[in-house]
Nanobody, 126 residues
Framework: QLQLVESGGGLVQPGGSLRLSCVVSGNLREYYAVGWFRQAPGKEREFVARISWTGGNTDYADSVKGRFTISRDNNKNTVALQMNGLKPEDTAVYFC???????????????????WGQGTQVTVSA
């Protein structure tokens, strides 16, 4: 059983930056991969980025590649999403997620994940 809590969202102008954090708690005896997803109003939840347990493997959606960076600090049980060069189309609720059971690396679809945070709102607007 894992609990995930996101923070760091807010309102930012186009071209600005935000850093989201995902703190993981619960049964931390097992290793776990983490993914970030987002959902805009009226749209389906979409993959943003994922990171393996060791941090050695990362993957990004084409729409954020080169602008977003995912990282993790297992000593602090935290996964971060650094977002630079934000665009209005990045506006969404951002969720972090972890798969069920021990997993060194997980897929890029929402169905690959079982535990979800409550989300944090990111709004990019002038």
């Amino acid at each position: 059983q894992l609990q995930l809590v996101e923070s760091g969202g807010g309102l930012v102008q186009p071209g600005g930056s935000l850093r989201l954090s995902c703190v993981v708690s619960g049964n931390l005896r097992e290793y776990y991969a983490v993914g970030w997803f987002r959902q805009a109003p009226g749209k389906e939840r979409e993959f943003v980025a994922r990171i393996s347990w060791t941090g050695g493997n990362t993957d990004y959606a084409d729409s954020v590649k080169g602008r977003f960076t995912i990282s993790r600090d297992n000593n602090k049980n935290t996964v971060a999403l650094q977002m630079n060069g934000l665009k209005p189309e990045d506006t969404a609720v951002y969720f972090c997620a972890a798969p069920r059971g021990a997993s060194g690396y997980a897929g890029s679809t929402a169905s690959d994940y079982y535990y979800w945070g409550q989300g944090t709102q990111v709004t990019v607007s002038a």
